[in-house]
């Protein structure tokens, strides 16, 4: 039987897309340093999934020890999550952006190379885009990233393009996400960081409601958008999670590399989901207008077609939808 390796398993992305597969029967272990999650994530993901959850506290700087993780489960394939990812924070420490993403991504491939396992799928990011010349962005929009965090994501991707022109059959994917928001139906994961400098919009909301902040700041409302406000395109993590899956099989059929944007194709401003969060919470999300935050462009939403047609994933939930997710893991984790 095949087995996936999922490093950064117990962050946001890689927990929820670790009960996808465990729905879809297929065996994985976990590798994560616990550097940006809670101790309790473990029980609560074994509770979701009903499953023993086998994992290893390990950072992916290690290379001998992946090996040997990597031999002892029979790992087939790699979806590869563990990663720094606030933005803000890439810009005032850049050195360690580099060090975990580009030299821990390094790492985890002379691992691979070392055991064999050449299937790969990589968690990359519509911050690739920069500000885009082009709405809805296509996968061949110009890569211009405004910030560390998005230059280390490029940096894997072109050394993944190279691994591929050195050596046959490596299979490859890169997924470039958008703006996952929402959690599991259960309500026992969501997203739920350490560290208090990842600043998304959402876990933003889900302090002002936990009273952490007495207000949510807006960043900008002088953009050339409809409201002023900053535009994105919001995903349902569980469909976002679903990719994962389609694209595990897509590796298993087709080798080289390949990159798909996985959002919804809609583009939703700050305010539009503030209201829509507060129409399924009923809480009413006091605001202030704040400048431009460093870094952040106006309008970034996804052409998903490629993921659409090739994949054969579609993403099912609206923006309601997201926000009643969300809102169910803060009712279920108010301390
Ligand atoms: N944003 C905001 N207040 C916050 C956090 C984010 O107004 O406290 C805005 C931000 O300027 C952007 C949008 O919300 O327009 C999404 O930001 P996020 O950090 O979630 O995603 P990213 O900018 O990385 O796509």
Redesign the pocket.
């Known amino acids: 039987m095949s087995c996936i390796l999922i490093t950064g398993g117990f962050g946001y992305i890689g927990s929820h897309t670790a009960t996808i597969l465990s729905e879809n029967n297929k065996k994985f272990v976990i590798v994560d340093n616990f550097s940006n999650c809670k101790r309790e994530i473990v029980d609560r993901l074994k509770m979701c999934t009903n499953d023993n959850v086998a994992h290893y506290e390990c950072d992916i700087r290690d290379t001998k020890s992946l090996v040997k993780i990597i031999k002892e489960n029979k790992v087939t394939s790699v979806i590869h999550f563990a990663a720094l990812k606030s ?1 803000a924070d890439s810009i005032i420490n850049p050195l360690e952006y580099y060090e975990v993403n580009v030299n821990g991504t390094i790492s985890l491939l002379k691992a691979m190379k070392t055991t064999g396992v050449k299937k790969f799928l990589f968690s990359s990011t519509a ?1 690739v885009y920069g500000e885009p010349d082009f709405c809805p962005i296509d996968e061949n929009h110009k890569l211009k990233p405004l910030n560390p965090y998005a230059q280390t994501k490029i940096i894997i991707e072109n050394i993944l393009k190279d691994i591929v022109k050195s050596e046959i059959n490596w299979s490859i994917v890169c997924l470039r996400y958008f ?1 996952p928001i929402g959690s599991h139906k259960s309500g026992l994961i969501g997203d739920d960081p350490l560290m208090a400098k990842n ?3 959402m876990p ?1 909301i889900i302090k002002v409601v936990r009273g952490y902040k007495n207000h ?5 409302d002088d953009y050339g958008t409809p409201d002023g ?2 535009i ?1 395109d919001y995903i349902h993590i569980m469909d976002l999670s679903e990719a994962h899956v389609k694209a595990l099989d897509f590796i298993d059929k087709n080798n080289g590399i390949n990159f798909f944007n996985i959002g919804t194709g809609k583009g939703v401003s ?1 305010l539009q989901l503030k209201t829509a969060f507060e129409k399924v919470s009923g809480f009413n999300l006091p605001i202030k207008i704040s400048k431009r ?1 460093e870094g ?1 462009c106006a309008i ?1 939403y996804a052409n998903p077609k490629k993921a659409n047609e090739i994949l054969k994933w579609n993403s099912k939930y609206d923006l309601s939808q997201m926000c009643q997710s969300a809102w169910i893991f803060v009712e279920k984790n108010s301390k």
């Open positions: 933005v911050a703006n600043s998304n919009l933003e949510l700041d807006v960043f900008g406000t900053g994105r700050v935050r952040d970034c």
